[in-house]
């Protein structure tokens, strides 16, 4: 019996309240987004806990990182995160 096919609706891993969730380079400039999860390892989720990146909170793309430094907006303040950080970092729209 063959296996049935996965759609890509399917492939796209989902929170517990059932919203999408992507990596944060995906991202577009401009869109606000949620913080799901963080996958890198414990140093690295302590790091961006102290800059307030936390599971579920909300903060704005201002710049994609093409060109330049990726660049969120966390309540007030600027934040560039690295391109080994984005990679790590899933989210929500």
Known sequence: MA???KTQKDACPKTSDDAPVMPLQMARQG???KLAKIRGGREMQHRLAEMGLTPGVKFKIINQGHPGPFIILLKDTRLV?????IHQIFITI
């Open 3 to 5: 296996e049935p096919q």
């Open 31 to 33: 869109q606000e987004v």
């Open 81 to 85: 995160l690295g391109r080994g950080m």
